[in-house]
């Protein structure tokens, strides 16, 4: 069962325009969000997050938005730019005690179009 | 600073042969785990340790598979015998307190 899940696979956007990645998660308990952002033949490196209290995060041209009652989350990324080609992943996180558990999607493959 | 190292990068071996892929973390962080990546399944956690404790090894898929933390600053996952199917990128990561983890650059194991 697959809780948390990136349902397009790829998304090609022009550079200057908006990227919009999405991401739907189905487990109730999680509490925090990430974004990762990876290249090919480097490890996923961390981007932006979000708390559940918070139902929007900016960091310079990203932007997280959370909404809880539909448990979707998604990244917005004003302009695109061809750098910012690389696979993204969404992540959840339940945090109880010791036990801290991080569950990714399956990713989702941006290509910014010069 | 050094962020988390692993070796080897690269690894091509035979089935039936033990592997062994190493993890430094990054110093000071009290959390680390590992990771698989395939096509099929995306990014999987296998183990993670807390103070160098494994605390969740749900995701270990066979006896093959196993992981060891000794100290704060050094863990293995091995697997003995290996087989083709367990070709994957192996991450390794760590994290402070908070909820960020940091990943190293993965170990690419090709088992033929």
């Known amino acids: 069962d697959q809780q948390v899940k990136q349902n397009s696979p790829s998304l090609s956007v022009q550079e200057g325009r908006i990227s919009i990645l999405n991401c739907d998660y189905t487990?109730?308990?999680?509490?925090?969000f990430l974004w990762y952002k990876k290249y090919p033949a480097e490890g996923p490196t961390f981007l932006i997050s979000i708390s559940s209290i918070k139902d929007k995060n900016e960091d310079g041209r990203f932007t997280v938005f959370l909404n809880k009652s539909a448990k979707h989350l998604s990244l917005h990324i004003v302009p695109s730019q061809p750098g910012d080609s690389a696979v993204y992943f969404c992540?959840?996180?339940?945090?109880?005690?010791?036990?801290?558990?991080?569950?990714f999607g399956k990713g989702t493959l941006l290509t910014v179009n010069p | 600073d050094a962020g988390v190292i692993q070796s080897p990068r690269h690894e091509v071996t035979e089935m039936g042969q033990e592997v062994t892929l190493r993890c430094k973390p990054i110093s000071g962080h009290n959390s680390l785990f590992w990771y698989r990546q395939t096509m099929m399944r995306g990014l999987e956690l296998l183990i993670y340790f807390n103070n160098n404790v494994p605390i969740d090894d749900s995701g270990m898929p066979e006896d093959r598979f196993s992981a060891k933390m000794p100290n704060a600053s050094f863990s293995t996952l091995k697997i003995q015998p290996s087989e083709p199917r367990d070709s994957a990128v192996y991450f390794c990561?760590?994290?402070?307190?908070?909820?960020?983890?940091?990943f190293g650059e993965g170990s690419w194991l090709t088992v033929v």
């Open positions: 990561a760590s994290k402070p307190t908070g909820n960020t983890i940091y």
């Open positions: 992540a959840a996180s339940v945090y109880g005690g010791s036990n801290y558990k991080l569950t």
């Open positions: 487990n109730s308990m999680f509490d925090y």
